[in-house]
């Protein structure tokens, strides 16, 4: 079965600093990653995708996240964070060749950027 | 990438009755999934849609309390029938495309039952 964990229910940090929003998953097989973000009163907007090839992915926004087979997981990083930035973030993942099966989801990590 | 839209984008409905939500697709897409997320929380698979069959749900949801229709390849409705204020909930469609499958979100409806 595939599950994602993210670890933090909340995270804080101060605009200009960079910020790491932690994600480890489980899955047979190779894995097939996301990132979303989901703004106030939003639906969920894409952010990354980690299907193969460089373990460092860049998506929207100045996000980047770093795959790590041997730890499984799928940090999602910001160099220098903004305060609009601040949301709520989420992590995914499915097998890689498991057709057009659904995403399981963490239970989501919000983001805190103080100015 | 898929556009998806939803309707209604938010409602706010009396305890025992149903609500319809729709769902919108750019393009032809085979599945559709229906997710919740409750306040504060994660997304939860409700159901899957496949065009010309009937939606398979995930467990502790069931068609009498969420039907749901899928009669062409583009739209899809998801209803949730004699609701109660547990229902509160943001309701969200989503599809699979492009590529490698991959997921795109509608803006969700905002359901609120008093």
């Known amino acids: 079965a595939q599950s994602v964990a993210q670890p933090e229910d909340q995270v804080n940090v101060a605009e200009g600093n960079p910020l790491t929003v932690k994600c480890t998953y489980s899955?047979?097989?190779?894995?097939?990653l996301f990132w979303y973000v989901q703004y106030p009163n939003r639906g969920l907007q894409f952010l990354l995708k980690?299907?193969?090839?460089?373990?460092l992915v860049k998506g929207s926004y100045g996000f980047e996240a770093e795959f790590n087979k041997s730890q499984t997981s799928f940090h999602l990083k910001k160099p220098s964070a903004l305060v609009s930035d601040s949301a709520l973030y989420f992590c995914?993942?499915?097998?890689?060749?498991?057709?057009?099966?659904?995403?399981?989801f963490g239970k989501g990590t919000r983001l805190s950027v103080i100015a | 990438s898929a556009v998806i839209s939803q309707k209604p984008s938010r409602d706010i409905c009396q305890r025992g009755t149903s609500l319809t939500i729709q769902c919108q697709v750019d393009?032809?897409?085979?599945?559709m999934f229906w997710y919740r997320q409750q306040p504060g929380q994660s997304l939860t698979l409700i159901a899957t849609?496949?065009?010309?069959?009937?939606?398979?749900?995930e467990s502790g949801f069931v068609i009498d309390k969420f039907p749901i229709s899928r009669p062409n390849l583009t739209f899809s409705t998801l209803t949730v029938s004699n609701m109660s204020p547990e229902d509160s909930s943001i309701y969200l469609c989503?599809?699979?495309?492009?590529?490698?499958?991959?997921?795109?979100f509608g803006p969700g409806t905002r359901l609120t039952v008093l």
């Open positions: 849609a496949n065009q010309g069959s009937e939606a398979t749900y």
């Open positions: 995914a993942v499915r097998a890689l060749n498991s057709g057009n099966t659904p995403l399981v």
């Open positions: 899955v047979s097989g190779n894995p097939y």
């Open positions: 980690y299907i193969t090839g460089d373990n």
């Open positions: 989503s599809v699979g495309a492009g590529r490698h499958n991959e997921q795109f």
């Open positions: 393009s032809q897409v085979t599945m």
